[in-house]
């Protein structure tokens, strides 16, 4: 049973805290809240100690003998801060205590996830963008705050996290452990999932069967890792995870122009989505109707741009990100999958290339996937069958270590 703490700041999502905390106990692990006093204004301490089953207090000088100013933040395996304020995250930032919570923040060498919420003005002000990163960079997990209705008639960015989407990062967060809990602290990752769609007419389009899936938990995977991650979506089947920018797109023109435009800033790209190879030339403004003849439409494809190369061809201009691609790849008569991966990777130009044995429709729209990771270099990762989260982390992992070794990719000054 891990200890977790539960830190509580004085907004309006405070409430939402109670679902969290509930969560967590469900789960079995032992949750000590700690709240801010303010926070104890939207929700009051009989609240969280009749659901925690712990004692509450804000201030230093409750229970002095048991110095739970300097033992809570010892004792946690897993800090939650949600809602952090924008307060709290600039007197984290900072190393200010003058409360119980700021002080466990300071004396706590376990694994710290804020999930923010405030008006969209007050997350989008240089103070408290300069306190996230620093936060990110010693390796703090602080999320992206959602995009939605916030208090009174104003919507932006700013609304917590669902608390399901905070304790599924949290969760595996507190799975990962210490050691590598933030290694890609302090890094911008792109990443691009499912499928796209090219319209024949307002009603039919071509598609594929990419469910998303891989690409999601990937940008999940960077988040718990401590990146920044801007999550491209195109068609998913499955929610988008806590604590990332997502910008939705449908066609593969659309993907192509929201991965060229953002790839520059990024540090790592991913494109785990599944673009049409192919366009019809021309879309109907109505819909095609059957007739009475049974004669069929001749639809005209068009090839539509090649993102992944193109992402390649880009970098020679800019401060390099690293790029993995993928490649869904079935033998043939010519040639097994491998062979085909590897000329793909010739072609392409990416830095790690992410394999999908397809035969037989396997890995699409399954919770599993196994998967061979090549390298430019002529590594070669075998990753066995497993859950699509646990293959993401094992890309990180490629990823993380050419990081280290410096690879097609400059580190971040």
């Known amino acids: 049973m891990s200890t977790v703490v539960l830190g509580v700041g004085g907004g309006i999502a405070a409430y939402k805290a109670a679902e969290i905390l509930r969560r967590f106990t469900e789960s ?3 949750v000590r809240v700690v709240p801010t006093t303010a926070a104890l204004k939207f929700v009051g301490a ?38 952090a304020t924008a307060d709290l995250l600039a007197k984290a930032a900072h190393g200010l205590a ?4 700021t002080n466990t923040l300071l004396t706590a060498r376990c694994p710290i996830v804020m999930a923010p919420a405030m008006h969209t003005e007050m997350w989008e002000h240089p103070a408290t963008q300069a306190n996230v990163e620093t936060l ?28 399901a989407d905070i304790v599924e990062t949290a969760m595996a967060v507190l799975e990962r452990g210490e050691a590598r809990t933030a290694d890609l602290a302090g890094l911008r990752v792109l990443v691009s999932a499912g499928g796209t769609r090219e319209y024949l007419d307002p009603v039919r389009y071509l598609g594929n069967r990419s469910s998303g899936r891989q690409g999601v938990a990937l940008a999940q995977a960077a988040a718990a ?29 659309e993907l192509y122009d929201a991965m060229l435009e953002r790839s520059g800033a990024a540090d790592a790209v991913v494109m785990a989505a599944a673009p049409a190879d192919f366009r019809p030339a021309s879309v109907a403004t109505t819909k095609i109707k059957k007739n009475d003849e049974g004669t069929v439409p001749d639809v005209t494809l068009v090839q539509n741009p090649d993102i992944l190369r193109a992402l390649v061809d880009e970098r020679q201009d800019r401060r390099m990100p690293l790029i993995v691609g993928f490649a ?11 062979e085909h991966a590897r000329a793909k990777l010739a072609r392409k130009g990416c830095d ?13 729209d399954r919770p599993e996937n196994e998967v061979v990771l090549l390298g430019k270099d002529g590594t070669v990762t075998e990753v066995p069958l497993g859950a699509k989260l646990t293959v993401a982390h094992a890309i990180w992992d490629s990823v993380a270590q050419r990081v280290d070794k410096g690879d097609s990719w400059p580190p971040r000054v």
Do not use: C, M, Y
Not at 57 to 77: K, L, M, N, R, Y
Not at 98 to 101: I, V
Not at 358 to 363: F, I, L, N, T
């Open 225 to 253: 890792r401590g990146a920044k991650v801007t999550l491209v979506a195109a068609n998913v089947a499955v929610p988008v995870p806590a604590g990332v920018d997502v910008v939705r797109v449908e066609t593969t023109a």
């Open 98 to 101: 003058d409360d119980l919570l």
């Open 328 to 338: 869904a790849e079935t033998g043939d008569e010519t040639a097994g999958v491998l």
């Open 28 to 30: 079995g692990h032992r």
């Open 46 to 83: 009989p609240t969280w100690e009749a659901l925690s089953g712990q004692p509450v207090s804000t201030d230093v000088f409750t229970s002095v003998p048991e110095v739970p100013h300097v033992a809570i933040g010892q004792g946690a395996d897993l800090v939650v801060v949600a809602p």
């Open 136 to 163: 990110r960079a010693r390796g703090v997990v602080v999320l992206e705050p959602a995009v939605g209705r916030l208090t009174g008639k104003d919507t932006g960015k700013g609304r917590l996290p669902e608390p």
């Open 352 to 364: 790690l290339l992410v394999v999908n044995d397809v035969s037989d429709g396997k890995a699409f």
